[in-house]
């Protein structure tokens, strides 16, 4: 509406200066006072135009990424693990792209009310040359919707390539010490990697910038042409002089700058639209993962004194895809405080395992029992919230403050001591004050977090595998005990055979089967 108003504005001052240029300065004072209150209002209501839009295109972008953030946090872990690559430069560059078209919306809405209005009056002028302009500009746009489809492919082309040019970015920012270290793997790299793709992706869109200019040009070629063929019509012709089509194309002119605006936008729809399915690629098979997040099972009585905590029975889990790695049938039932390491070789599908247990992974077949609680996958969410731990890839955040407030006050400063942290990390306002800390350092702040999340079960993935000696001695002998004190059931990868005897159980993962489970008495030394 404010668009249109500085629109309908614009076009009252071009019908001034033509009327001027008709009839020269009739009355200078009501001339003055009409002019200057036309381009006030149109600066008035353009500024304001572009405020209300910036508002809303600015909220719909906030919507956006908050919205494709939330949709990826409640889709499936392994389908989301599985599409990494394509879920980053989603967020990073989709959403970016769709939010800078957005923002050229104001001059575009703008631009075209001024060139309707125009139209208008230019059909007010001359309604049969406006008729034979309007059929000059429809050809023109009709060019450019013909180049569309080819803009569009090359476009997509370009997209595509920019899926890897993103993945080789990675690679230069987390993989810069072994390139750094390595001369040869990095220009390698550079040469066989970044460059191709970055060279596909500069071809694709040189062949869609020239499109572009060619179908422009041809665009304007056309106008002039048509131009030509008016005056080629008109002269002469009884019914319009020369004068009076001389002010008349000076309004068309007028008309031109909007209307480019407008045009020079339909590029950029269409590259809005492949970053807009691209989200949608993303975005709605996320939706099909949706996952119930509130709902458990129906509350079942379960004693913790006799029944498993959780029981696997005959389960089986595959990455699906090409990948033909599988695990199961896996039956194992673990008590409420019961400390299990799982041992076995590389590869054995120990990680994949505790993957599956946390809910992190579906199961293909079997059956998945918490508290006497069948699980299906609309629990998993509800299953989850019952697990903290310490993965191998784990990431540290810094803001902690979805820790119970009375859990910080009393365990924070005691483990930060415990763990021998203290003299580099404090928690400041509900955040850690550094996380540039030594690996081993890094993964103590990370198991200090998940014993602050008090969790019923715990998962740590070869957690001591970088610890020194006196580190994991405590991790052993003091931390998991404790945590056992409070009841907490804990299941540990290991490979440190040395404190096997401090685990109430053993299991032995091999080519993804449990292949055999020994207690504590078993594996007590001699
Ligand atoms: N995201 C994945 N997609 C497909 N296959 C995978 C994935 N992660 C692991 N695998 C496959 O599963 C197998 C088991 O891997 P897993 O990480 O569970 O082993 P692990 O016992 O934890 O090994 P390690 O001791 O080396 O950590 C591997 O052989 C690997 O090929």
């Known amino acids: 509406?404010?668009?249109?108003?500085?629109?309908?504005?614009?076009?009252?001052?071009?019908?001034?200066?033509?009327?001027?240029?008709?009839?020269?300065?009739?009355?200078?004072?009501?001339?003055?006072?009409?002019?200057?209150?036309?381009?006030?209002?149109?600066?008035?209501?353009?500024?304001?135009?572009?405020?209300?839009?910036?508002?809303?295109?600015?909220?719909?972008?906030?919507?956006?990424?908050?919205?494709?953030?939330?949709?990826?946090?409640?889709?499936?872990?392994?389908?989301?693990?599985?599409?990494?690559?394509?879920?980053?430069?989603?967020?990073?560059?989709?959403?970016?792209?769709?939010?800078?078209?957005?923002?050229?919306?104001?001059?575009?809405?703008?631009?075209?009310?001024?060139?309707?209005?125009?139209?208008?009056?230019l059909f007010y002028l001359s309604w049969m040359l406006t008729l034979g302009c309007t059929l000059i500009f429809a050809f023109g746009f009709l060019i450019n919707y013909l180049a569309l489809p080819y803009l569009k492919k090359y476009s997509e082309q370009a997209r595509d390539e920019w899926d890897k040019i993103h993945k080789n970015f990675e690679g230069v920012v987390m993989g810069m010490k072994e390139l750094k270290l390595n001369h040869e793997h990095r220009e390698n790299f550079i040469r066989k990697n970044v460059e191709p793709n970055c060279l596909k992706e500069q071809q694709y869109r040189v062949k869609e910038e020239t499109l572009y200019a060619v179908s422009a040009r041809v665009v304007e070629v056309v106008l002039f042409m048509g131009v030509g063929i008016l005056i080629y019509v008109i002269d002469g012709s009884v019914w319009i002089t020369t004068e009076s089509f001389g002010n008349y194309l000076l309004v068309l002119l007028f008309t031109v700058a909007p209307l480019a605006t407008v045009s020079g936008f339909i590029k950029h729809i269409k590259r809005t639209q492949i970053s807009l399915n691209k989200i949608?690629?993303?975005?709605?098979?996320?939706?099909?993962?949706?996952?119930?997040?509130?709902?458990?099972?129906?509350?079942?009585?379960?004693?913790?004194?006799?029944?498993?905590?959780?029981?696997?029975?005959?389960?089986?889990?595959?990455?699906?895809?090409?990948?033909?790695?599988?695990?199961?049938?896996?039956?194992?039932?673990?008590?409420?405080?019961?400390?299990?390491?799982?041992?076995?070789?590389?590869?054995?599908?120990?990680?994949?395992?505790?993957?599956?247990?946390?809910?992190?992974?579906?199961?293909?077949?079997?059956?998945?029992?918490?508290?006497?609680?069948?699980?299906?996958?609309?629990?998993?969410?509800?299953?989850?919230?019952?697990?903290?731990g310490v993965f191998t890839d784990y990431h540290l955040f810094d803001d902690l403050h979805h820790i119970k407030a009375d859990m910080m006050e009393k365990n924070a400063q005691p483990l930060l001591e415990q763990l021998e942290i203290d003299h580099k990390v404090q928690i400041v306002d509900g955040k850690i004050s550094t996380t540039r800390l030594s690996y081993g350092q890094r993964k103590r702040l990370a198991m200090m977090i998940s014993i602050l999340e008090d969790k019923e079960i715990y998962i740590f993935d070869e957690w001591a595998a970088n610890q020194d000696p006196y580190f994991k001695e405590i991790f052993y002998t003091k931390l998991l005990p404790q945590l056992k004190a409070k009841e907490k059931t804990i299941i540990a990868i290991s490979h440190d055979e040395k404190y096997f005897s401090f685990a109430d159980r053993v299991v032995k993962m091999e080519e993804g089967q449990l292949v055999s489970i020994h207690f504590q008495k078993d594996v007590l030394p001699g």
Request: hydrophobic share 40%.
């Open 280 to 388: 949608d690629q993303i975005g709605i098979s996320l939706e099909e993962e949706l996952e119930d997040c509130q709902t458990g099972p129906e509350e079942l009585e379960w004693n913790p004194r006799f029944d498993p905590i959780f029981s696997l029975s005959q389960v089986y889990f595959n990455y699906g895809n090409d990948e033909n790695f599988s695990i199961g049938p896996l039956n194992l039932d673990v008590k409420k405080g019961e400390i299990i390491y799982v041992v076995g070789g590389n590869g054995s599908g120990k990680t994949t395992f505790i993957k599956m247990l946390t809910g992190l992974y579906q199961i293909a077949d079997g059956e998945l029992w918490f508290k006497n609680q069948k699980i299906e996958l609309q629990h998993l969410d509800y299953y989850r919230k019952h697990f903290a």
């Open 1 to 121: 509406m404010v668009s249109a108003l500085s629109g309908i504005c614009s076009t009252y001052v071009i019908k001034l200066i033509h009327q001027y240029i008709n009839f020269g300065l009739v009355e200078a004072q009501s001339f003055f006072i009409e002019f200057a209150s036309a381009v006030t209002c149109f600066g008035v209501f353009g500024v304001l135009s572009s405020y209300f839009i910036s508002v809303l295109t600015q909220s719909m972008i906030l919507k956006l990424r908050v919205e494709m953030s939330s949709k990826i946090l409640n889709a499936s872990y392994q389908k989301i693990e599985q599409r990494l690559d394509h879920v980053l430069p989603v967020l990073t560059t989709d959403i970016n792209f769709v939010s800078a078209s957005m923002n050229r919306l104001p001059p575009v809405v703008t631009g075209l009310a001024t060139a309707i209005g125009c139209l208008i009056y």
